[in-house]
């Protein structure tokens, strides 16, 4: 992959998809992650003076909002530093009073804070008449790792034809830093969470799979079932033809 050409088309697509849905810029969730990181770079580059990194920590470590902030003085990108854990603390004790069905898992607690995060987002994205750019890359899409209606709820997802590794390249490519590029992939959704442990298998293995359709036998069912189970978060609900 030719890093530099990969960046050029990408920026340029992103400012072609603004420009034609008639916005002015572009927000993102800045996580201090590695797909973030680079999504800020290349909307940095696509439109220097129009984007948005947004930090929106929930009860997060608060070495993600240092390196947060260590990527956007990387790229001197504009930021808005938005702490909402108390929203999905009201939001929580809101839904839980009546709820009443016994204990909630770690999951179905963990997914409010994509799709808090994700109203958040839309709601500086309206005020500033911005799209959304997702981070979410291929790998994780091709196995729907992601929130439906949180990380996955977005306008434009400029990293969705690449996997992990080539979007490491472009890490490289951008100048990342290289605490971002040596950090665990992680969704942040609890403590000491990774990907990886979440999937079940590694992104080298899921990379591989995904550019060569070679795997082991294992890593193949693993893969394949992932993406069954979660086709649904990739299409638009079901309409009944009446």
Same mark, same amino acid.
Not at 84 to 113: C, D
């Given at each position: ?8 088309? #990408? ?23 590695? &797909?973030?990181?680079?999504?800020? !770079? ?10 948005? !990194? ?6 997060? &470590? ?26 999905? =603390?009201?939001?929580? !004790? ?8 016994? =204990? ?48 996955? !709820?977005? %306008? ?10 080539? #979007? ?13 590029? %040596? ?11 990774? &990907? =990886? ?9 899921? %990379? ?10 294992? #890593? ?18 079901? #309409?009944?033809?009446?």
């Amino acid at each position: 992959m030719e890093a530099a050409v990969i960046t050029r088309k #990408i920026s340029t697509w992103i400012a072609q998809q603004v420009r034609a849905a008639k916005m002015n810029g572009v927000v993102f969730g800045l996580s201090g992650g590695l &797909d973030s990181a680079v999504v800020a !770079g290349l909307a940095k580059l696509a439109l220097p003076e129009s984007s948005i !990194g947004i930090i929106l920590p929930i009860h997060s &470590d608060p070495l993600d909002r240092e390196q947060a902030l260590l990527v956007a003085r990387a790229f001197d990108l504009r930021v808005l530093d938005v702490d909402l854990s108390a929203a999905y =603390e009201t939001f929580l !004790g809101a839904v839980s009073a009546p709820f009443a069905g016994g =204990e909630l898992s770690r999951l179905v607690l963990a997914n409010i804070k994509p799709r808090l995060r994700m109203a958040a987002l839309y709601f500086y994205a309206g005020a500033h008449s911005c799209l959304v750019l997702g981070t979410g890359n291929l790998s994780e899409y091709t196995v729907g790792y992601f929130t439906k209606h949180g990380d996955g !709820g977005v %306008d434009l997802m400029p990293l969705a034809s690449l996997v992990k590794a080539q #979007i490491r390249e472009l890490a490289l490519y951008l100048g990342v830093p290289q605490v971002i590029l %040596d950090k665990p992939p992680t969704a942040g959704l609890w403590a000491n969470q990774t &990907d =990886e442990a979440e999937m079940g298998i590694t992104y080298a293995e899921l %990379d591989q799979y995904i550019l060569t359709g070679e795997a082991e036998p294992h #890593i193949k069912e693993r893969v394949d079932h992932m993406a069954a189970i979660s086709a649904h978060k990739k299409r638009m609900p079901p #309409i009944p033809k009446l």
